[in-house]
């Protein structure tokens, strides 16, 4: 496995957020974990994101992974700024879209068939949810 970016959200000298890319085989596995509390996250993760517009279409991937049962809190601008990354993500890698979630969140339930749009068809006929225990 290969990492190809990081992006974190630093307060306090901590990591509240922390979001990483990674390569396994053809596959691309996005992570999301911690909380999104502040107000402005692209402040924090514009790099990170610009990384992942600029890597993603050179690594010629068949499928994307995001994984977000680490993910314990977004507030709204988190949402967006989570939106704009898988966004960027499905867009430039064309295969299926594996989703894991919590099945006891109902954020996760609700709010993550939103914010990957699959009311779009192309996109919803791509996103398989995989609904998983708490880690």
Known sequence: MKVLAYGE????????????????GKK????????????YPYKHLQGYIADLERLIPEENLESVEFDFRELSFCNSNGFYIIMDITELIIAQVDGPVFVKRLEDDDWQQETLPILLNVDEP???????????PEI
């Open 28 to 39: 691309l596995i996005m992570t999301f974990s911690g909380v999104i509390r502040i107000d």
């Open 9 to 24: 959200i630093m307060d306090g000298g901590a990591s509240v957020f922390s979001s990483v890319a990674k390569r396994d």
């Open 122 to 132: 192309d996109i919803g006929e791509r996103v398989v949810f995989e609904d998983l």
